[in-house]
């Protein structure tokens, strides 16, 4: 059974940072893709940033030159360095494993997400 386990969110001022973490646990083998998404308030669940196994990233045009995804594939964890927060990045946040393998069988996990609150 493969677990996410996310820390690091909470309440910050505008302007503020936060690190995100995310750690998979279990039998795996391998992960193509570690991301992250978020959802906010009645809006839908949205792509923040991705990276896979090879270091390729991917970001939302909202988050890019703010937000930084960085993965440590020996500790099968992501993390998401947020700077220069603003109140429209207020969500939840939720951890993403892509094409996780366990014992020949790939499937997708989530996290149980990790509230971020960007206020004064």
């Known amino acids: 059974q493969v677990q996410l386990v996310e820390s690091g969110g909470g309440l910050v001022q505008p302007g503020g940072s936060l690190r995100l973490s995310c750690a998979a646990s279990?039998?795996?083998?391998?992960?193509?893709?570690m991301g992250w998404y978020r959802q906010a308030p009645g809006k839908q669940r949205e792509l923040v940033a991705v990276i896979t196994s090879a270091g390729s990233t991917n970001y939302a045009d909202s988050v890019k030159d703010r937000f930084t995804i960085s993965r440590d594939n020996a500790k099968n964890t992501v993390y998401l360095q947020m700077n220069s927060l603003k109140p429209e990045d207020t969500a939840v946040y939720y951890c993403?494993?892509?094409?996780?393998?366990?014992?020949?069988?790939?499937?997708?996990?989530w996290g149980q997400g990790t509230q971020v609150t960007v206020s004064s």
């Open positions: 993403n494993a892509d094409k996780v393998r366990t014992f020949g069988v790939i499937n997708d996990y």
């Open positions: 279990g039998s795996i083998f391998s992960i193509f893709a």
